[in-house]
């Protein structure tokens, strides 16, 4: 757990968080100064030298971010890919596949937009078909219904999103992960809104593939993420589309080896600056402590929640019985644009979840719009009170 001090230091390291309250670590977090210090001064020696000699220098630093990306997810460096998003990653999976007609992709209803966009294109292309993991009434996976689903429906990929970004609740990838291995059926997790906020094993988890997103919860830069690949799934000979000459050797006019690590799955050309930054944050995130980390963020969670419960006339839209620290919000008197007005007012940073970026879970809960709030382990106990008597206000 974090002391008043560690927070007192992380604050200090966390320019951003000073004269606001910013509670949109779900979308795009605040960075420790350190991550934006070795970006700009990368940026400063490749104006100076060049791209290739300035890459070249910091060889070594980049290789570390491999390491640290591994420490954080319980795998080996050679598992870790680097990509430009989370979505690129994901897309770079779905491109090793080789989809058939009445082939079935086994997936959550609350997956995100983006993912269901790629689901819809294989349906129009490959004819496949999408079938959604069964659930009891609490809203958990139904088990023994989605083992009859593997039986019967034979899914050629499984792809779930660990927490999803329009609701708090942690779907129980592990033992999805338990089916899939049975099964040997590859698994894709979506652990965007997961990894930095809670304490996620790949190896535990029993995933082939987990894609994240560098700006959210682990405070790297924008336009960046990461892939995990497992090692089962590199001996498969999976390649993407977008494989490229950096990790692949032009053998004979019609003949390529292709790497053996998750390598494969970037491109040459990327941002050097970027990828030292996200190494940087995901160093400093590793100091503090992933566990350390989750425990308090869960303190923070728990707090908001209770807050909102007993003080104010919003309702909590998150249902389940584990929730994340992504807290989404209903006022059922107010229009949004009065709910954002008022936010706005007293220097709330919030993110906006609509029923076109989640349709399958808005619909069931009968609203168009959610306020999404998303404390952090540099947020205080203060700061939430605060909040919430701002809440309680709108009445």
Same mark, same amino acid.
């Given at each position: 757990?974090?002391?008043?001090?560690?927070?007192?230091?992380?604050?200090?390291?966390?320019?951003?968080?000073?004269?606001?309250?910013?509670?949109?670590?779900?979308?795009?977090?605040?960075?420790?100064?350190?991550?934006?210090?070795?970006?700009?001064?990368?940026?400063?020696? $490749?104006?100076?030298?060049?791209?290739?000699?300035?890459?070249?220098?910091?060889?070594? $630093?980049?290789?570390?971010?491999?390491?640290?990306?591994?420490?954080? &997810?319980?795998?080996?460096?050679?598992?870790?890919?680097?990509?430009?998003?989370?979505?690129?990653?994901?897309?770079?999976?779905?491109?090793?596949?080789?989809?058939?007609?009445?082939?079935?992709?086994?997936?959550?209803?609350?997956?995100?937009?983006?993912?269901?966009?790629? =689901?819809?294109?294989?349906?129009?292309?490959?004819?496949?078909?999408?079938? =959604?993991?069964?659930?009891?009434?609490?809203?958990?996976? %139904?088990?023994?219904?989605?083992?009859?689903? +593997?039986?019967? &429906?034979?899914?050629?990929?499984?792809?779930?999103?660990?927490?999803?970004?329009?609701?708090?609740?942690?779907?129980?990838?592990?033992?999805?992960?338990?089916?899939?291995?049975?099964?040997?059926?590859?698994?894709?997790?979506?652990?965007?809104?997961?990894?930095?906020?809670?304490?996620? %094993?790949?190896?535990?988890?029993?995933?082939? +593939?987990?894609?994240?997103?560098?700006?959210? =919860?682990?405070? #790297?830069?924008? #336009?960046?993420? +990461?892939?995990?690949?497992?090692?089962?799934?590199?001996?498969?000979?999976?390649?993407?589309?977008?494989?490229?000459?950096?990790?692949?050797?032009?053998?004979?006019?019609? $003949? +390529?080896?292709? #790497?053996?690590?998750?390598?494969?799955?970037?491109?040459?050309?990327?941002?050097?600056?970027? &990828?030292?930054?996200?190494?940087?944050?995901?160093?400093?995130?590793?100091?503090?402590?992933?566990?350390?980390?989750?425990?308090?963020?869960?303190?923070?969670?728990?707090?908001?929640?209770?807050?909102?419960?007993?003080?104010?006339?919003?309702?909590?839209?998150?249902?389940?019985?584990?929730?994340?620290?992504?807290?989404?919000?209903?006022?059922?008197?107010?229009?949004?644009?009065?709910?954002?007005?008022?936010?706005?007012?007293?220097?709330?940073?919030?993110?906006?979840?609509?029923?076109?970026?989640?349709?399958?879970?808005?619909?069931?809960?009968?609203? %168009?719009?959610?306020?999404?709030?998303?404390?952090?382990? =540099?947020?205080?106990?203060?700061?939430?009170?605060?909040?919430?008597?701002?809440?309680?206000?709108?009445?």
């Amino acid at each position: 757990m974090l002391s008043s001090q560690d927070i007192a230091k992380i604050r200090k390291d966390t320019p951003g968080c000073s004269d606001k309250l910013f509670f949109n670590s779900a979308g795009s977090s605040l960075p420790v100064r350190e991550v934006v210090d070795r970006q700009i001064n990368y940026l400063q020696e $490749e104006a100076l030298f060049g791209g290739y000699k300035t890459m070249a220098k910091y060889a070594s $630093e980049a290789a570390e971010a491999y390491v640290e990306a591994a420490k954080l &997810l319980g795998c080996e460096p050679h598992q870790v890919a680097f990509c430009e998003s989370a979505t690129v990653a994901y897309y770079r999976v779905i491109s090793t596949m080789r989809f058939e007609m009445g082939d079935v992709i086994l997936t959550s209803e609350l997956d995100y937009i983006s993912n269901f966009i790629v =689901f819809d294109q294989l349906r129009r292309k490959h004819n496949i078909s999408l079938a =959604f993991l069964k659930k009891d009434v609490d809203g958990s996976f %139904d088990l023994e219904a989605v083992r009859k689903q +593997f039986t019967e &429906l034979h899914p050629k990929m499984v792809a779930v999103t660990h927490v999803p970004t329009s609701s708090g609740v942690v779907q129980d990838v592990i033992a999805i992960g338990k089916l899939c291995n049975e099964f040997e059926v590859l698994y894709l997790v979506d652990g965007c809104q997961s990894v930095g906020q809670l304490e996620v %094993d790949v190896k535990a988890i029993g995933c082939d +593939f987990l894609s994240c997103t560098g700006r959210k =919860f682990l405070r #790297g830069p924008r #336009g960046t993420g +990461f892939l995990y690949v497992s090692d089962r799934a590199l001996t498969m000979n999976l390649v993407p589309i977008s494989a490229d000459g950096d990790t692949t050797i032009w053998q004979s006019a019609d $003949e +390529f080896e292709y #790497g053996n690590t998750a390598k494969k799955f970037e491109t040459f050309e990327r941002s050097y600056s970027n &990828l030292l930054g996200f190494g940087a944050a995901l160093k400093y995130l590793n100091g503090v402590g992933i566990k350390n980390i989750e425990a308090y963020n869960t303190t923070l969670g728990n707090h908001l929640r209770n807050g909102i419960k007993s003080k104010t006339e919003i309702l909590l839209m998150d249902h389940g019985s584990n929730l994340s620290n992504i807290i989404t919000l209903y006022h059922p008197n107010f229009q949004l644009e009065k709910v954002t007005s008022q936010l706005d007012e007293h220097q709330i940073y919030y993110s906006i979840a609509r029923k076109s970026m989640a349709f399958l879970d808005f619909a069931q809960k009968g609203v %168009d719009w959610a306020i999404r709030l998303s404390p952090h382990y =540099f947020n205080t106990i203060e700061e939430l009170d605060e909040a919430i008597d701002i809440l309680a206000t709108m009445h």
